[in-house]
């Protein structure tokens, strides 16, 4: 019975995690909200749930904070420049698509903006956790983002899936937004750090694993 109470049991981690979850989503739902905020609401997502939630380093809301406003410059430059580009593509892709609609041969271009859509959102997916981890000028941050998801293509695909799922759950269920923010997020991660690794220097890594260690003794 003392081990079922205990709150180092595994049930009790589990809830700590799960309330963990929805208090990150909840912040970060809040820092959405003026829209111009998107991009350093995501990057302080992505280093919360690399920091806090995976690693039990610091506290939720301190280590967003924190990265919130550390990233924010450079985060909400690169949110405006997506935010452009990706309602571009969508007015571009409804207008084909009505045109289609109406029996127009150019109509079918549509297909081509739904592809750019969907690859930008892929490189979003890489911008804001490279934000997160890596110091660096914008235009190499752009530029390194997207070269890191075409030379790890299987990762990228295993990326996507899990957007697409994740929006598939919002559909069905819109109330999961208090969770699936922190979720995907977390699920990213295991694939992207297995990438940013690869691109960290071994003192780096070697000190990041230290702490990683000395926090979850």
């Not at 452009?84 to 409804?94: E, P, Q």
């Not at 929006?167 to 109330?175: A, C, S, T």
């Amino acid at each position: 019975m003392n081990r079922l109470f205990n709150m180092d049991n595994g049930l009790f981690r589990g809830i700590s995690k799960l309330v963990d979850c929805i208090w990150l989503s909840f912040i970060f739902i809040i820092t959405c909200i003026p829209i111009f905020t998107v991009g350093a609401s995501l990057t302080a997502l992505y280093y919360t749930v690399q920091k806090s939630l995976k690693n039990d380093r610091g506290y939720i809301g301190s280590e967003y904070w924190h990265a919130f406003k550390t990233n924010f410059k450079q985060s909400t430059i690169a949110w405006l420049i997506v935010l452009i580009v990706g309602i571009v593509f969508s007015w571009d892709l409804r207008i084909m698509r009505a045109l289609d609609a109406a029996g127009n041969p150019l109509g079918k271009v549509y297909v081509l903006f739904g592809v750019l859509l969907a690859l930008e959102m892929i490189w979003a997916s890489y911008l804001f956790p490279y934000i997160a981890r890596f110091e660096n000028n914008l235009r190499s941050i752009m530029k390194n983002a997207a070269l890191m998801a075409i030379l790890n293509l299987p990762k990228t695909i295993i990326i996507f899936i899990y957007l697409v799922v994740t929006g598939v759950i919002l559909y069905v269920m819109p109330i999961a937004i208090l969770l699936m923010p922190s979720v995907f997020t977390w699920m990213q991660n295991l694939t992207l750090e297995k990438i940013f690794r690869k691109y960290m220097t071994d003192e780096d890594r070697e000190t990041e694993d230290e702490l990683n260690r000395e926090y979850k003794n």
